[in-house]
């Protein structure tokens, strides 16, 4: 039996070490849904979307990882106003669509604005 605690304590702190940074990622992708993939999209760019998930914004294992667009939106928002606005809905939630809106006109390599990119169909960021 005490063979069997110490992997249970490493995975309990596994956890509480990893456990910020899971919930940052839920009201970011809440909201990029809610603007992006229940409002009219285009009709090819939900289920690419759909497919993609993470993808969209993220590139390789790791979170961290992030393409174009993935970067242009961690730009304009931070795991910390995310950690500090959780008890305050309406603040996190206009924290993330200002943070969207701003990412739209930001340029990739082609110089092509991501919400422009978007209009057409297409998903922003690239592989």
Request: net charge positive; hydrophobic share 35%; charged share 35%.
């Amino acid at each position: 039996m005490q063979n069997s605690l110490p992997p249970v304590i490493s995975l309990a702190l596994a956890f509480v070490v990893t456990a910020p940074v899971l919930l940052a990622l839920p009201p970011i992708d809440k909201g990029w849904k809610e603007r992006y993939m229940e409002k009219e999209p285009p009709p090819a760019y939900k289920p690419q979307a759909q497919a993609e998930k993470c993808n969209v914004c993220h590139t390789g294992a790791k979170k961290a990882d992030k393409n174009d667009y993935g970067k242009a939106v961690g730009k304009h928002i931070k795991k910390a106003d995310v950690d500090r606005l959780k008890g305050m809905p309406d603040d996190l939630k206009k924290l993330i669509e200002d943070a969207l809106k701003k990412a739209e006109e930001e340029k990739n390599e082609k110089g092509e604005k991501f919400g422009d990119i978007m209009k057409k169909g297409k998903l922003p960021g690239s592989k």
